[in-house]
């Protein structure tokens, strides 16, 4: 029998997995389907209250295989009742990797929107240089921004100069902040509280890329009269149907490994 996946979910996300997965030749069901299938794909993120999530999961047939998105402990408790486990996709570093894309296309997206100004010439300061920094830098070198990347460790700062950037170590933040009126951050720790946030030109815009809390004093910067977004989850937001496929991929690639069988339609099976 074709491997059968069953979809959990109706965002723009998970509709373009179970495109992907249908367009590879693989069976895909919804919710009300799940005893059929032999791997459930779950939502991102699961890192909250999963309503509905036990009574799916205890539907499932038995040795079901279960993937999710930044799986949170409750999640994880509702399948071992149901005698089942979830592999978390979201830590693939493949995924972060490419991901990274989009997220950085939806930064670039928003500064646009919420500046009166282009990127081209513009002074743009980007806090840290993995994964995120280094496409969000990237792009904005391209399209002709004066980038300085503000990176802990000598090798990023290292990296970051090799790519056409000026490199600050991120204890220069309060001497070099002035000159920037656009400021990224993908670095999930507070490095930018109220202190830091008063160096910047009032109507300065603040994206912060990184995950929960971020790294933005968000209600500072709300007091001093600048403009801060954690925008979070862009990838879903911005370009769904990458990312939607970006995460099909990855759940083949997981259960690859696990050694399942991922027999398609029209394999010699029907």
């Known amino acids: 029998m074709p491997f059968t996946f069953c979809v959990v979910g109706s965002d723009a996300r998970q509709t373009a997995a179970a495109r992907a997965l249908t367009q590879d030749g693989y069976v895909v069901v919804g919710a009300e389907r799940v005893a059929q299938a032999d791997c459930i794909l779950l939502p991102m993120p699961l890192d909250g209250p999963t309503p509905g999530l036990s009574t799916l999961l205890r539907a499932a047939k038995p040795h079901a295989m279960v993937l ?15 005698g089942l486990a979830i592999a978390d996709y979201a830590r693939r570093p493949e995924l972060a990797c490419l991901n990274a894309v989009p997220t950085a296309e939806g930064c670039l997206c928003l500064l646009m ?16 240089y993995g994964r995120i920094g280094r496409a969000v830098a990237r792009r904005l070198y ?4 004066r ?6 460790s000598p090798e990023q700062r290292a990296a970051a100069r090799c790519a056409c950037c000026r490199a600050e170590p991120l204890t220069a933040l309060e001497r070099i902040l002035p000159a920037f009126d656009a400021v990224i951050n993908t670095i999930p720790a507070p490095v930018l ?4 946030l008063e160096q910047l030109p009032k109507g300065a815009v603040v994206v912060d890329l990184a995950s929960k809390p971020g790294g933005t004093d968000f ?4 007091e001093l009269g600048l ?11 911005c370009a769904p149907e990458t990312a939607g496929t970006l995460v099909a991929h990855t759940a083949l690639t997981i259960l690859q ?5 991922l027999e398609r339609k029209g394999a010699g099976s029907e």
């Open 68 to 82: 999710g998105g930044r799986v949170g402990e409750q999640a994880h408790q509702a399948a071992r009742a149901a």
């Open 113 to 128: 929107q919420m500046r009166s100004r282009t990127i081209w010439e513009s002074p743009v300061l980007v806090l840290g």
């Open 142 to 145: 391209l399209l002709g921004g």
């Open 147 to 152: 980038v300085t990347v503000a990176a802990r």
């Open 193 to 196: 509280p109220r202190v830091l």
């Open 219 to 222: 209600a500072a910067a709300a």
């Open 227 to 237: 403009h801060a977004v954690h925008a979070l989850g862009l990838p879903a937001k």
């Open 257 to 261: 490994e696990q050694g399942a069988d």
